[in-house]
């Protein structure tokens, strides 16, 4: 009886053993789907209730032109859908400090929108490229009118055609661009030998070439001010609001009014956002984009006032006769043969172009 029991008490712990390890395996497979279930709503949106929340890196202070239109935008899509879709926006690069890190993490899908500046997707949208040629827009109203009617439509078009992973939903205006350094230049020859800090744009890096300056890419906009300091750079250039905003008219007093481009931002998009949600959520998001073009225009306009009255007393703006601008203009004529011959075309509507 007694050797019975004993094995009888073996099969009962063997048992309990398995029934055990059933139990630890099924939890396992219970956490592991969790965590599954977790790192994709991560990756593309949580889910809130029945809704989805998305996100949006931003670079620029909360009250900057573009973080205003980028918070007008979550207002819109917001109400639009009833909340069901929210999108929280994220500004002084909490997300993303670089806007190119940005674009890199809308094409792997680890990112809904961001507002970028059309100047680092030419690498991916080489048309963009015509959008940003050097002293290509006579004026304010001549550029708004080419990003924002039938032109611009091309552009925001042709970046889903390449399909790279984004989708254009609309244009911000950025102003116009001129150079900023720590002394005072009135002609293009003395930019020769200059290291000036750029965006990732072969339009601009290839005018400065023309210049005999080299452009230098892989310095983030709130690093600028720094590596101008220190002397890592002779200079850089951007707009006006950009350049009071990091406080980067401290380290280069000198802003040259050179106004050689215009690079436009753009709200951009994740392709595998939209591949995931309805054609219809899809419609109410580009609508919603489009309707914040005219508010970031006006606004923009109201802060590059205030930013040009700050400068005004705070740095020393120097304004060039047209003989000194025309050394400038003539070194551009070199980096449009580069495009000409692709999108020649193109450049001809643009120049065309009536306000």
């Keep these: 009886m007694d050797i019975e029991k004993s094995e009888n008490e073996k099969k009962l712990e063997k048992t309990n053993k398995r029934k055990c390890l059933l139990c630890v395996a099924a939890i396992f497979i219970v956490l592991f789907t969790s965590v599954l279930a977790f790192l994709v709503f991560h990756k593309s949106g949580k889910k809130a209730g029945e809704g989805i929340v998305l996100r949006l890196s931003e670079v620029h202070s909360d009250e900057y032109p573009t973080s205003l239109a980028d918070k007008e935008f979550s207002r819109l899509v917001y109400e639009r ?59 304010d109203a001549h550029f708004l009118n080419v990003i924002t009617g039938p032109i611009g439509q091309i552009f925001l078009d042709s970046i889903e055609k390449e399909n790279v992973g984004i989708v254009g939903l609309c244009f911000y205006d950025s102003g116009s661009r001129s150079l900023y350094m720590k002394k005072e230049i009135h002609s293009v020859e003395e930019l020769e030998g200059m290291k000036i800090r ?29 590596k101008i300091l220190n002397g890592i750079v002779d200079g850089a250039e951007n707009n006006i609001p950009t350049y009071q905003t990091m406080g980067d008219y401290l380290a280069a007093p000198y802003y040259i009014k050179t106004n050689h481009a215009r690079v436009p931002d753009i709200l951009v998009a994740s392709s595998s956002l939209f591949e995931k949600l309805p054609e219809s959520d899809v419609e109410l998001i580009k609508e919603c984009a489009m309707e914040t073009e005219l508010f970031q225009i006006k606004r923009w306009a109201e802060k590059e006032e205030k930013s040009a009255e700050i400068i005004s007393k705070a740095a020393n703006v120097v304004e060039l006769t047209d003989e000194e601008l025309s050394g400038f203009r003539e070194k551009a004529k070199g980096v449009y043969k580069q495009y000409e011959a692709e999108f020649g075309d193109l450049i001809e509507m643009i120049k065309n172009e009536e306000p």
């Design 198 to 226: 750029i965006q990732v744009s072969p339009t601009m890096n290839d005018y400065l070439l023309s210049c005999n300056a080299t452009g230098i890419i892989g310095i983030a906009t709130h690093e600028v001010y720094d």
């Design 81 to 139: 859908s009833g909340g069901r879709i929210k999108v929280e926006v994220y500004t002084d690069g909490r997300l993303f400090s670089d806007e190119p890190d940005a674009l890199a993490a809308l094409q792997a899908g680890e990112l809904d929108f961001a507002r970028i500046s059309s100047a680092p997707i030419c690498k991916f949208v080489p048309v963009l490229n015509v959008v940003n040629l050097p002293f290509l827009y006579r004026d």
